[in-house]
Each structure stands twice: as C-alpha cells, then as structure tokens.
C-alpha cells in the first residue's frame, strides 16, 4: 500500500488577548517564545505567528499593535533557527516580519485584504500560504453562502492564485488553503474536507486548519472548549495525511505527532 507522505505540522501561537483557541495565554514574547520551542521539540517544522485574532466577529487591531505583538516573536524564533510563518493579511507586517526572518507569509485574506500584500510577497522569497477569503471576521458569518460550495471556493481560490501569479509570484512558492471556518458553517467545512482534491490548481500544495475549530465542537456533544478538541483534531489530522495534504495547522502538537506516527507505521507495515 502506498501512502502520499507525511504532512508537516505547522504550530500556531497566537501573540493575541482574544483567539479563540490560545487567547490571552501567549502575550508575552517571552512565554510565546518558549510555547513555540517546545512545540518544535514535539515535531512543529514551521510555527505560524500571528497578532489579530481571525475569530468570527473579532474586532481588527492597529498595524502598529499587531507588529508591537509579533516582531519580538518573529525575532526570537528566527535567532533560534525555527523555520517562522507570519499570519497576517497586512503587507506592512508580513514585510517587516519577513525583515526579522520570517520566511513564510500566511495571508488568510489570499491577497484580498491589503492590496500591497502581492507585491510585498513578489519582491521577497518566503512562501506564501494563499487562503480562500471571503471578508473580515465581522462580516464572515453573512458571507457564508453558496449554491455550490466545492465550485466556489475552488473557482476564487484560482483567481487568487492566477492574480498572485500575474503579480510576480511563482506557484512553487503558494500553498493554498481551503479557510475552514472562514465564510464556512460546519456544513460547508465538511463537504470541502471530502472534496479537497478538486480545490486548488493542479500541483500546488495544500495546507488545512482544522485543529480545535468551531465545527470539531459542535460534533462533539457537551465538549466545546477548544483545548477539549484535541482528539477529533488528531483523527482529521490522520484524514487529511491520508488526503495528501501538504501541512495540517495545529495548536497541539504533541496529539498530531502520535496521530501521525500511527497512521506511518499503519502504512508501512503494510507496505511490507
Ligand atoms: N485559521 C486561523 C488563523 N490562521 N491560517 C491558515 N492558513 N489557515 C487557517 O485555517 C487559519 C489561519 C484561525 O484559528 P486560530 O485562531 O487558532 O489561529
């Protein structure tokens, strides 16, 4: 039995008083810092720093505060050898994170939310993780309509990366995203989880978010925190490897890893 390979684990700290996941428990650098480090000893290759929380109905932060929250961050990691993502959809930020050696650019907008953000990527040579947007986090909730969710998403997720193209950045450098919860009700996440393969364009990888998500919650009956949320996020994690995706972004490390190692020597022994 051949299995596609095993995806990377991207972990997430978000520098931020109001995530929904991690909120408030990582502000200071120094204990983001650390929370980061720990990550990659459990087997994180990328950690994804952001400083806005993205959660439906979350009010936007000031360029200035957002970069005050993840420079210092961005700095630390970068000095320490850790391979650093900057989750931001402002082209001022990612380029000054990308100055202090980031050298992954997570746009959830796709390039949508600042018109800068193409030409800050174009003139750098970080990655680019595309994600399919649909508007900020106080209006996603009403932007959640479609007639055919799958074609949808995968027809703006194309444009996005036909209009990244044209502005400069090569494909082997965009990893596309579905957005799962963003513009989605759990409905709409589940059908685009069973129709990954028909998302994005031809030979691009794909990075998922699904760890901890609203849409997990609600499916496990009487066990909504987040941090509760870990098993189911593991289980989908193990999907997902099986879906061939490229790199799953997770808040637990450590339960991705087992996850992952499970789902490796199920493959290999059965290739023996
Ligand atoms: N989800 C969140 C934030 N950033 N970035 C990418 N590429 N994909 C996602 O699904 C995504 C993201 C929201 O979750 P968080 O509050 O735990 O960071």
């Known amino acids: 039995m051949r299995s596609p390979r095993r995806p990377e684990l991207w972990g997430v700290v978000n520098v931020t008083p109001d995530s929904f996941s991690d909120g408030g428990l990582f502000v200071s650098p120094d204990t983001a810092t650390s929370h980061a480090l720990k990550m990659v000893e459990q087997g994180a290759s990328v950690i994804d720093v952001g400083g806005e929380s993205t959660r439906p109905g979350a009010s936007r932060v000031s360029p200035e505060e957002e970069s005050a929250?993840?420079?210092p961050v961005v700095t630390a990691l970068a000095k320490a050898g850790v391979v650093v993502s900057i989750d931001t959809t402002r082209a001022s930020t990612a380029a000054a994170a990308v100055d202090a050696g980031a050298r992954i650019i997570n746009d959830v907008s796709g390039g949508l939310a600042d018109?800068?953000?193409?030409?800050?990527v174009a003139a750098c040579d970080a990655e680019y993780v595309l994600m399919h947007w649909r508007g900020h986090s106080d209006q996603m909730d009403s932007l959640?309509?479609?007639?055919?969710?799958?074609?949808?998403?995968?027809?703006?997720l194309h444009a996005r990366v036909s209009a990244a193209t044209e502005a400069g950045i090569d494909t082997s450098r965009i990893i596309v995203d579905p957005g799962l919860?963003?513009?989605k009700t759990p409905a709409h996440n589940w059908t685009l989880l069973s129709h990954l393969s028909e998302l994005a364009p031809e030979g691009l990888r794909m990075i998922v978010g699904a760890s901890r998500k609203?849409?997990?919650?609600?499916?496990l009956t009487g066990n909504h925190e987040p941090a509760e949320r870990d098993g189911a996020s593991a289980a989908l994690g193990v999907l997902l490897a099986e879906a061939g995706v490229f790199a799953l972004r997770v808040h637990n490390?450590?339960?991705h890893r087992e996850?992952?190692?499970v789902w490796q020597a199920f493959h290999e022994e059965g290739a023996s």
Do not use: H, K, P
Request: avoid cysteine; charged fraction near 25%; charge should be negative.
């Open 115 to 120: 018109s800068e953000m193409f030409a800050v």
């Open 214 to 219: 609203r849409f997990l919650g609600e499916l």
């Open 69 to 71: 929250r993840v420079i």
């Open 253 to 255: 490390v450590g339960a």
């Open 181 to 183: 919860g963003f513009a």
């Open 259 to 261: 996850a992952l190692d």
């Open 144 to 156: 959640a309509t479609y007639d055919d969710v799958v074609g949808e998403v995968s027809a703006e």
